[in-house]
């Protein structure tokens, strides 16, 4: 079996333009949650989406956004980035809303803001 | 709210002894989950061990155990025997909906 496969590992973007990162979640997998691991730091909670709609977001403004499209996987969308934008971008699936089983998570994209 | 402390940013153990890592949680759930995950530096989150928090009984996996105190919110997690291969991030975790993360615990094992 798949695990939640995420791409592209690495992107490097100008400050301002835009990013958009891909995760898929594991087969049978309804719910996909994104979080911002920047250098050295915690995971920070950034949106979750399940059965297509956005379920719950983090403290982040507005141009990080998302969507879960029909086959469940997901994209992020990082508009006017700024330089402390740069972390890990780690994508989880789980079976259901969270709870007993947990999250599997991606292996992240690392995005760097030049 | 949902928040999750550690408060030990470092930690280091000798091969083969026994480390304690502590966390420290809030809500106003009743029902929630609580996990430890390891990520080592190839950056993949590894999940540790889990624990229901209507259960009373501490959860353990092989070498690594917790000691869950729900009326305290402390969810610490105890490695016995460490190995080299334990050297990681470890991140406290409470679910209820979605997952809030502690800011991680770097621990290493020392030969």
């Known amino acids: 079996e798949a695990g939640v496969t995420q791409s592209p590992t690495h992107l490097i973007k100008t400050r301002g333009q835009q990013a958009t990162l891909r995760c898929s979640p594991i087969?049978?997998?309804?719910?996909v949650y994104w979080y911002q691991q920047a250098l050295g730091l915690g995971l920070q909670f950034l949106l979750w989406y399940d059965e297509g709609e956005e379920r719950n977001r983090g403290n982040f403004p507005p141009r990080f956004s998302g969507r879960q499209f029909p086959n469940y996987s997901s994209e992020l969308n990082v508009n006017a980035l700024e330089l402390e934008d740069s972390a890990l971008y780690l994508c989880?699936?789980?079976?259901?809303?969270?709870?007993?089983?947990?999250?599997?998570f991606g292996s992240g994209t690392r995005l760097t803001v030049v | 709210a949902q928040t999750v402390t550690q408060s030990q940013p470092e930690m280091s153990v000798q091969e083969a002894e026994t480390v304690t890592l502590s966390c420290t949680y809030d809500t106003s759930e009743n029902n929630y989950y609580l996990f430890w995950y390891k990520q080592p530096p190839s950056r993949q989150m590894i999940l540790v061990i889990r624990q229901e928090a209507y259960k009373q009984q501490n959860a353990t996996e092989n070498r690594f155990s917790v000691n869950f105190q729900k009326a305290a919110k402390s969810f610490s997690l105890k490695i016995s025997d460490s190995q080299l291969g334990d050297t990681a991030m470890y991140f406290c975790?409470?679910?209820?909906?979605?997952?809030?993360f502690g800011a991680g615990t770097r621990l290493t094992v020392k030969p």
């Open positions: 989880a699936s789980s079976l259901r809303p969270g709870f007993f089983y947990g999250y599997t």
């Open positions: 087969s049978g997998h309804t719910s």
């Open positions: 975790a409470l679910n209820n909906n979605d997952m809030r």
